[in-house]
């Protein structure tokens, strides 16, 4: 195995490096070179006082420590791979109460509990009222576009919108309460680009007043139970069901990952379809099935996540030792030339497509797939009735984030 050729310092979670670009070169490079890479920090830089993690870069590794929880532990050190240098220890040990920060058994009770929010009957009973809704943006942003010379903000208009708006209907958040949400999750995962402003005492304070709006509703609900999911999640604690704080965070974790991820999936998806016009014109023409789970491939929202190893192993020939952090890259797993065929190619009828823009399997498989996907092909089956005729009017505004791969805005425009 020969050195990987990487300036020095080079780190994949370098804010300023996933603001500009996804590094599939560089992952291109330790796939072929050195697959378990360790990445060297200044300690403290990621939050974490240690002097760095290794870099997980091909599909089947990033399966196997996904997949291993007794040797990878989400709760040690959270699965954020990569915080603010000014954070706290105490900062981070508190977002262990989420459901992505915790390791089995807690954290089988609780998916346990609230896997009966996205049963497959749960997501069907959505289905009529997020196709509505899904035409409802779309043709308000139509009605709005033609007021601007057929210019608008693909991002704020449309992708953000229907995920926000299924959340609302899934926990039965009232719908006018969905820019809350937003501005919440925002101040959550945007604490690295500086456009926002946002510190982590900002995105703290966002994390608990979402946890406080979301214990409020389920206090509702549990004097007076509604046909929606709080109801059944929360409505006889100590019956299997979460405590008031437990929805609370789970909450927290339906805002970033049900929201912040999936409107950067449809995002990322309509910046495809128009650099592929081909893809898109396929699109309207034939609406494949498979077209969903390629947008989060390409897109793949969530670069990368973090486990800690609970005790001294071998992955892909290298000795990490108890303690150390692994960062598992899903960008690089998705563009395996392994697994893919032509990685590199945005092609909407790929089938088979194990990608692992969802988590590599494991305890921490996406729960909101099946939400994920539907919100997708929704959205897009309405661009594709309203506005088949979109072209871009500018580049993407990307996120400056350590592990979100993620666009601000997307100026498209009527031809």
Known sequence: MRCPHLPDGFDFTDPDLLQSRVPHPEFAELRQTAPVWWCAQPSGIAGFQDDGYWAVTRHADVKYVSTHPELFSSTTNTAVIRFNESISREQIDVQKLIMLNMDPPEHTRVRQIVQRGFTPR???????????????????????????????????????????????????????????????????????????????????????????????????????????????????????????????????????????????????????????????????????????????????????????????????????KAGDRVGIFYSSANHDPEVFDAPERFDITRDPNPHLGFGGGGPHFCLGKSLAVLEINLIFNAIADVLPDLRLAGDPRRLRSAWLNGIKGLRVTRS
């Not at 779309?138 to 709005?144: C, Q, R, Y």
């Not at 899934?170 to 680009?193: C, H």
């Not at 950067?264 to 498979?290: C, V």
């Open 122 to 320: 749960a997501i069907r009973s959505l289905e009529a009222a997020l196709r509505a809704r899904a035409r409802s943006i779309v043709d308000a942003t139509l009605s709005e576009a033609d007021k601007n010379n057929g210019a608008f903000d693909f991002v704020t208009t449309i992708a953000v919108e229907l995920p926000l708006q299924a959340i609302a209907e899934l926990i039965g958040v009232p719908q006018e309460d969905r820019t809350k949400i937003f501005d919440w999750s925002n101040k959550m995962a945007a604490y690295d680009d500086p456009e926002y402003a946002i510190t982590e005492e900002i995105g703290a304070e966002a994390a608990m007043e979402l946890v406080s709006y979301a214990m409020n509703l389920a206090a509702a609900r549990k004097e007076c139970p509604a046909k929606d999911i709080v109801s059944q999640l929360v409505a006889a604690e100590g019956e299997g069901n979460l405590l008031s704080d437990e929805f609370g965070f789970f909450v927290i974790l339906l805002a970033v990952a049900g929201n912040e991820t999936t409107r950067n999936a449809i995002s990322h998806g309509m910046h495809a379809f128009l650099t592929h016009p081909d893809q898109w014109e396929l699109y309207k023409r034939e609406r494949p099935a498979t077209a969903a789970e390629e947008i989060v491939r390409w897109a793949t929202p969530v670069v990368a996540f973090q486990r800690t190893a609970t005790q001294d192993t071998e992955l892909g020939g290298r000795k990490i």
